[in-house]
């Protein structure tokens, strides 16, 4: 096990959804993501069984969960638990911290 890890040098950049890349962090119960959106980038409705803790870093972001719109700025963190439908649309270019759990598998490599 890998206890210590440079994002830049050890983890590959990941395009998971045009607009939206980030380096991704396994561990045996959760995803850990840092992702850049690039402004403009809008994330369709979706769900999925994953609780998901989004933290805004940099940027602003309209984030809507279960039906009800806010826009985060840095420092604001939206839960969404799992199968909750949500949304989002970076008003500006954005970094956001997501923790998934259980783990993403469809986000890991090959």
Known sequence: M??????E?????????????GHLIHTERCTIADFRIAAGTELPSHHHPHEQTST????RF???VGG????CEAG???????NVPHRG?????????DVFSPVREDYKLG
């Not at 890998?2 to 994002?7: G, R, S």
């Not at 805004?56 to 940027?59: F, K, N, R, Y």
């Not at 009800?68 to 826009?71: A, D, G, K, P, S």
């Not at 604001?76 to 799992?82: H, L, N, R, T, Y």
Request: hydrophobic letters at 40%; a negative charge.
């Open 56 to 59: 805004v870093l940099e940027g």
């Open 9 to 21: 040098q050890d983890l590959p950049l990941q395009e998971v959804y045009p607009g939206i890349t």
């Open 76 to 82: 604001d963190v939206a839960v969404i638990p799992g």
């Open 68 to 71: 009800i719109e806010r826009i």
């Open 2 to 7: 890998q206890y210590y890890l440079n994002k």
């Open 89 to 97: 649309t970076a008003l500006t270019d954005c970094r956001i911290m």
């Open 62 to 64: 309209l984030f809507e």
